[in-house]
């Protein structure tokens, strides 16, 4: 084999080897991404409105530290100056903002705290299309009268709700089932 010929090959070899690495360094830093836990020993401090939103929202304070400590996702909203913390627990998302930066370099400020809540079922994969609906209208109409989010796997035929309230979040289960056993 030629000499210029195997310089070029190592060459683009290491091109697309330093591409990937930047990429997924890039990712890293992606809204949602998992981010690494504090130390348990970090003090998590709750603002006035953390404590009436957790209090209205039946949110208990060690979920909050939970969360605050060892966050399963990240999002940051730089408009706002916090970063809302995301992590699952007992089927649903507890959302926790605090003040940014994160991570901290003292302590964990609260701002906010928010269930949305989960709920899940299944669907004949055949009735998927018909319960999703001409550009997904009839979707959209279930999301309008439940006022939860809904996601259909159409591989599986999973359905997964999602809302700030869990009736909410099931009512649209019931109604996405229901839809499916018409199809």
Wanted: zero cysteines; hydrophobic letters at 45%.
């Amino acid at each position: 084999m030629d000499v210029p010929v195997v310089a070029v090959a190592l060459g683009a070899l290491l091109l697309v080897v330093v591409a990937g690495l930047l990429l997924r360094r890039r990712r890293g830093r992606r809204a949602g991404e998992r981010v690494a836990a504090l130390p348990s020993t970090t003090p998590v401090r709750l603002t006035t409105h953390a404590r009436e939103r957790m209090a209205q929202r039946g949110v208990l304070e060690r979920d909050v530290a939970l969360t605050a400590r060892a966050p399963h996702r990240r999002v940051t909203d730089a408009e706002e100056g916090s970063v809302r913390l995301e992590r699952d627990l007992d089927g649903d998302v507890l959302r926790v903002w605090v003040v940014a930066p994160w991570p901290p370099a003292t302590e964990v400020v609260v701002k906010s705290t928010a269930w949305q809540r989960v709920a899940l079922g299944r669907i004949a994969r055949d009735a998927v299309g018909a319960v999703v609906g001409p550009g997904g209208a009839r979707i959209r109409e279930v999301e309008r009268a439940s006022g939860a989010r809904v996601a259909i796997d159409r591989a599986t035929g999973e359905v997964r709700a999602t809302a700030d309230d869990r009736r909410a979040a099931e009512d649209a289960v019931r109604r996405v089932e229901a839809l499916a056993r018409r199809a």
